[in-house]
C-alpha cells in the first residue's frame, strides 16, 4: 500500500484555540517532539501509539488523548492502514498548569461524553459563522477535563443560576445580528464561562448558541416571507453567509430559506 498523507490545518477566531490539525497518515511516524500548546486528539479510524514521559499509551476506540505541553512525545500507526486523527491546540485558557501532573499519568481518558463534545467541538470548528458554538463547546470540554483530571464533589443545585441565565439571554437578545463571543458575555456579567453556559442551558433547556441561532432564524423567516432573497436575509440576521442560514434554516424549519420563501407567493 502506498502511503498516504492528507493533512488540513488552519487558526479558527476561537478563544484558546492555537491550531486545529486534521491528519490521514498510512505510515508516517513523528519522532521526539514538544509543543508549547496543549494536545486534544481524537482517532477516528487506526490507532496511535506513542510515548510520553517515558511511558507507552495508545489511542483505542472511543479514547481522547491530552498531552500536555513541553512534554516530549511521539507516536506512530499500529495498523497498516495508519490513522485518520483530528487534534486541537489549546493555550492556557481552559487548562492550567495544575493539570499536566495528571495529564501526564494518565493522558487517554476513555469517556464517552468527553468523546463525544471534543467530535461535536470539530464539527464546529470546520463550520464558518459557528464560533460561538465552538467556544462553548469548548468551554464544557474544559470543564470536563478538569474534572476527570482532579475530581471534586459537587452539586447540581450548585451549576442553577437563574438570574445570570436572564442576563445572558438579554445579552444575546441585544446582539441578534452582531452575536458576542462567550468570552465577552462572560466578562460582561463577571461569570466564568462554563458556568455560565450551564446556568443558561439548565434554565432555559437550549445552549446559547442554539438559542442565537433560533432567534435569527425567526428574524430570516419574516424576512424571506416580505419577499427579501436569501443572500440578503443571511447577512442582516447575523449569519456568516447564505450557506451558514441554509444549514440552521434547514435544521429548524425542515425546509431551505428559497423554499420556504416560495411558500409566501400564492
Known amino acids: 500500500m502506498a502511503a498516504r498523507q492528507t493533512v488540513s490545518a488552519w487558526r479558527p477566531a476561537v478563544p484558546g484555540v492555537v491550531e486545529v490539525f486534521h491528519a490521514h497518515f498510512t505510515e508516517y511516524?513523528?519522532?521526539?517532539?514538544?509543543?508549547?500548546a496543549w494536545t486534544l486528539l481524537i482517532v477516528d479510524d487506526g490507532a496511535v501509539r506513542y510515548d510520553l514521559d517515558r511511558?507507552?499509551?495508545?489511542t483505542p476506540d472511543d479514547t481522547v488523548s491530552l498531552l500536555p505541553p513541553h512534554v516530549p512525545h511521539n507516536g506512530s500507526p499500529v495498523t497498516p492502514d495508519g490513522f485518520r486523527k483530528r487534534v486541537v491546540y489549546l493555550d492556557g485558557t481552559h487548562l492550567g498548569d495544575d493539570l499536566i501532573g495528571p495529564?501526564?499519568?494518565?493522558p487517554?481518558?476513555?469517556d464517552p461524553v468527553l468523546r463525544r463534545r471534543v467530535g461535536q467541538l470539530h464539527t464546529a470548528l470546520v463550520r464558518p459563522g459557528e464560533e460561538l458554538e465552538a467556544e462553548s463547546r469548548l468551554t464544557l470540554i474544559g470543564d470536563r477535563l478538569r474534572a476527570l483530571l482532579r475530581p471534586r464533589p459537587h452539586t447540581e443545585a450548585a451549576r442553577r443560576d437563574p438570574v445570570l441565565a436572564r442576563r445572558l439571554r438579554e445579552l444575546l437578545d441585544e446582539r441578534v445580528v452582531e452575536g458576542l463571543s462567550l468570552e465577552e458575555a462572560a466578562e460582561l456579567v463577571q461569570a466564568h464561562p462554563a458556568h455560565l453556559v450551564?446556568?443558561?442551558s439548565g434554565a432555559y433547556g437550549i445552549a446559547p448558541?442554539?438559542?442565537?441561532?433560533?432567534?435569527r432564524v425567526d428574524r430570516a423567516r419574516r424576512l424571506l416571507l416580505a419577499g427579501h432573497p436569501p443572500t440578503e436575509v443571511a447577512s442582516t440576521t447575523g449569519f456568516f453567509d447564505q450557506s451558514h442560514l441554509t444549514?440552521?434554516?434547514?435544521?429548524?424549519?425542515?425546509?431551505?430559506?428559497?423554499?420556504?420563501?416560495?411558500?409566501?407567493?400564492r
Open 108 to 110: 487517554d481518558l476513555r
Open 55 to 58: 511511558h507507552e499509551h495508545g
Open 198 to 200: 450551564r446556568a443558561f
Open 103 to 106: 495529564a501526564v499519568d494518565g
Open 247 to 265: 444549514r440552521h434554516f434547514k435544521k429548524l424549519v425542515g425546509v431551505t430559506p428559497g423554499r420556504y420563501a416560495r411558500t409566501g407567493h
Open 29 to 36: 511516524a513523528y519522532p521526539m517532539h514538544v509543543h508549547d
Open 209 to 215: 448558541h442554539q438559542y442565537l441561532n433560533s432567534r
